[in-house]
């Protein structure tokens, strides 16, 4: 690349440091196996030459790791597994193809078996404090199951039945001596990858400063317990508009909540002022 002043500046491709040793929710990462070791490097290439999108997840940790930080404590579930919430959905509310929903990936049907509300108002896959909750819910039947935090995790992506199938088949219960699909063979890697990389980003090349993350945004709570006929009223009565109701809520799907049951519901309003700037809250962080 050509620089002012006809300097020239090379862009240096390396190859990535491994460290002796490893765990994953406080179980060992076998780094002595060579395809354990290989499979790691790989991811570990794969995401820390993958710049930008690595680089907003480090962005994008800061504001909601400490939430589920403190969510898997509450259940007694090793804070590694936030990293599944990086692998499955980048830390955005997408959509998958097959139709899983959520940070947390969420199908229709194994969200409603773990307690979320899914009608055409109301989708709690989008929740990001209910969809966490369901998530250490569905890991800790896994853990009961198998006495594993690793193959609990395998399963998130192969479902239950899957990693089971694969445990009688080949008569083994270790997730690094299993045959598995590459997408759940590469699933555990990519989350060991994320973890090395979030925890030691100067090892690998990232270098982001305080001032450059994204921090959590204070909200207060408010009580709705009856029928709302458009939210974009409710939001001019909270004095924000009605973007930042959705993004601050993007479990309320409609432009209205009919609430039949008159359930109740808590809606998250940003604290004032509203448009506050980046550096105003990096300051407020401090």
């Given amino acids: 690349m050509q620089l002012p002043g006809n300097n020239e500046q090379y862009y240096r491709i390396v190859s990535l440091p491994i460290p002796d040793a490893l765990t994953f929710a406080g179980e060992e990462v076998p780094l002595d196996l060579f395809y354990v070791r290989e499979a790691l490097d790989r991811e570990l290439m794969v995401n820390t030459y993958w710049h930008s999108a690595t680089l907003l997840m480090i962005k994008k940790s800061h504001r909601y790791f400490p939430l589920f930080d403190s969510i898997l404590r509450k259940h007694n579930i090793p804070v590694d597994f936030k990293y599944i919430a990086i692998i499955e959905s980048g830390l955005s509310n997408v959509v998958s ?45 896994s853990y009961n199951s198998y006495g594993n935090w690793t193959l ?105 909540l009919k609430n039949r049951k008159n359930k109740t519901y808590y809606i998250d309003i940003p604290l004032a002022p509203y448009d506050m700037t980046h550096q105003e809250l990096m300051m407020k962080k401090n």
């Avoid at 193809?97 to 709690?124: C, R």
């Fill in 97 to 141: 193809p097959a139709g899983a929903v959520g940070f947390w990936q969420f199908l229709k049907g194994t969200g409603k078996d773990y307690g979320l509300e899914i009608d055409d108002d109301v989708d709690e896959r989008y929740h990001v404090v209910k969809s966490t909750e369901a998530a250490c819910a569905y890991l800790l039947d």
């Fill in 152 to 256: 609990a995790a395998a399963s998130y992506n192969a479902g239950q039945k899957g990693i089971n199938r694969q445990i009688d088949r080949q008569k083994t219960a270790s997730f690094y001596d299993l045959l598995l699909s590459e997408e759940t063979s590469r699933y555990i890697y990519r989350i060991l990858a994320m973890k090395l990389i979030l925890e030691n980003p100067q090892d690998y090349g990232f270098f982001v400063s305080e001032n450059e993350v994204y921090v959590h945004i204070p909200t207060k709570k408010v009580m709705v317990n009856q029928r709302v006929d458009d939210w974009a009223v409710f939001a001019n009565d909270q004095h924000i508009s009605y973007k930042l109701l959705k993004q601050f809520n993007p479990w309320l799907r409609e432009n209205y």
